[in-house]
């Protein structure tokens, strides 16, 4: 199972770690984050509930911002503002 991180838009990339667990989907969205700028954007795709709190914790101690969350199934599309 591959990771795929891929450029959307200027400024806006998306990371499928769909299938993963944790720490995983953290690991792999801190790496991801680290490749980009501040103030642009990640939005990560996870299937693994519980990564939501490792993804929201990250943020809050690394200054991030969660600008935007989804749901569709039992697959999770959150969107990150690099600070």
């Not at 690991?27 to 490749?35: C, I, S």
């Not at 954007?41 to 101690?61: A, H």
Request: some cysteine.
């Amino acid at each position: 199972m591959a990771y795929k991180l891929e450029r959307v838009g200027d400024g806006a990339y998306l990371l499928d770690i769909t299938g993963y667990g944790c720490p995983h989907v953290q690991v792999y969205t801190d790496k991801a984050l680290q490749d980009l700028a501040s103030g642009e954007r990640l939005t990560v795709r996870f299937d693994n509930p519980s990564s939501g709190e490792s993804i929201l914790f990250m943020c809050e101690t690394e200054g991030h911002e969660l600008v935007g969350r989804d749901k569709q199934g039992g697959t999770f599309t959150w969107t990150i503002a690099k600070a």
